[in-house]
């Protein structure tokens, strides 16, 4: 089941929707669903619980992901890319930098909560001078 739902956008918002949506042929709605959902699924991750930012601090992509990537990089710097595996190539781009700034984000967590310094102590537990 689905719910329909108005929205109004800033123009800069909805400029850049429709920058992705046409050089990922997509639709603009599509576009928008995928930021909405995207976004429902990542909480701040200064509202997680400590265990989940250290597992982002270290999150990369799949290998599975890395190598479909390193594929279309390869095809398309080559000329070799058809219009669908470019949408998959830049979906794949999206996930991978998405990626990078939520893990950029989530490093600072743990020193603001000074989980980098209790997981030294659990490691080296002599008392320090």
């Known amino acids: 089941m689905s719910q329909k739902v108005t929205l109004e956008l800033p123009e800069d918002v909805a400029q850049r929707i429709r920058h992705v949506a046409a050089?990922?042929?997509r639709t603009f709605?599509?576009?928008v669903v995928e930021s909405i959902e995207r976004g429902a699924a990542e909480p701040p991750i200064e509202s997680l619980p400590d265990a989940d930012v250290l597992r982002?601090?270290?999150?990369?992509?799949?290998s599975v992901q890395q190598q479909e990537l390193e594929q279309l990089q390869d095809g398309a710097r080559a000329g070799r890319i058809s219009p669908n595996e470019r949408g998959q190539l830049d979906d794949l781009l999206r996930t991978y930098r998405r990626g990078l700034v939520r893990?950029?984000?989530a490093l600072r967590v743990p020193v603001q909560r000074g989980l980098l310094q209790r997981a030294q102590e659990r490691q080296d537990p002599r008392p320090r001078p």
Do not use: G, I, Y
């Open 23 to 25: 050089h990922s042929h």
């Open 29 to 31: 709605e599509d576009v």
């Open 56 to 62: 982002l601090c270290d999150a990369e992509m799949t």
């Open 103 to 105: 893990k950029a984000q």
